[in-house]
Each structure stands twice: as C-alpha cells, then as structure tokens.
C-alpha cells in the first residue's frame, strides 16, 4: 500500500516539529523541498533512526506526530463489546 503525500498543513507540523527540534531553519512552508528533507535526514542521523530524509512512521512518532503504534503492527480491530470485561 502505497502512502499518500502529505497535505501542505501536515508537512508544516512536520516542519514546526523539525524546527523545535534544531534542524529546521527558516519558517513552515508547506512544501517538503530539499531544506525540509536535509532537516529530516539531521533528525534522523541524530535520533538513530535510517536518515533517509523522508518521512516515515518512526520518525514521526519520535517527533511526537504519529501514533505510538505506528510502524510496529497491523492495527487489530477492535474487541466486541461481549469481550470487554466490565468495570
């Protein structure tokens, strides 16, 4: 399955996030130019993660943008309500 491009308001929480972080310099654009890239690819190199400069599940959810699941496992549905113990 392929990921669908980011909208221009999520690359700008991408790029606010790089920039708390140090390696985005200039103000939230909108558009994942070479500047965007080279500060995904410094967060990255810096955090452990595969510098590829392009955004991935794990890097998000280092930045604090995805899901704490992301990248992990397939999603479960979720339990039947007959399944859930009571409270």
Known sequence: MKQKAPTPDRIREIQSALAREGTYQGDPTG?????????????????????SGKFDAL??????????IAGRAAPR???????IPPR
Do not use: C, F, I, V
């Open 59 to 68: 890097s998000l959810q280092r930045l604090g943008l995805g899901s704490e």
């Open 31 to 51: 558009k994942w130019d070479s500047n965007t890239s080279d500060a995904m690819k410094r967060y990255q190199a810096a955090h452990g993660l595969n510098p």
């Open 77 to 83: 549905p979720p339990l039947p309500a007959t399944l």
